[in-house]
Nanobody, 122 residues
């Protein structure tokens, strides 16, 4: 069974940094596309970044240059380094995964964690 467990959320002031982690298990040697998705109160889930099977990263316009997605296969961990955080980054952040393909729309993602809360104050 596939598992994703996020950690690293918290409360920071604008301009601060956080690093989110997502420990994964159960994926074996599968070709996986990894995502970070966020959902702010009253809004739909939105993808902020993905990293493909070829380690190509893609970012939402609002976070490009501030957030960095990476993974350590040996540690079975996906990361999201978030710098220069803004109040509008406040949301619950989820990691998610697809097998054998990469997309962008969260409603189609196959595997999900339970999320970690990020709050940014001004």
């Amino acid at each position: 069974e596939k598992h994703l467990v996020e950690s690293g959320g918290g409360s920071v002031q604008a301009g601060g940094s956080l690093r989110l982690s997502c420990e994964f298990d159960g994926f074996g040697s599968s070709r996986v596309c990894w995502y970070w998705v966020r959902q702010a109160p009253g809004k739909e889930r939105e993808t902020v970044a993905h990293i493909s099977m070829s380690d190509i990263s893609l970012y939402d316009y609002d976070v490009k240059g501030r957030f960095t997605i990476s993974k350590d296969n040996a540690k079975k961990t996906l990361y999201l380094q978030m710098n220069n955080l803004k109040p509008e980054d406040t949301a619950k952040y989820y990691c998610a995964a697809d097998l054998d393909h990469c997309g962008w729309y969260p409603s189609n993602f196959e595997v999900w964690g339970r999320g970690t809360q990020v709050s940014v104050s001004s």
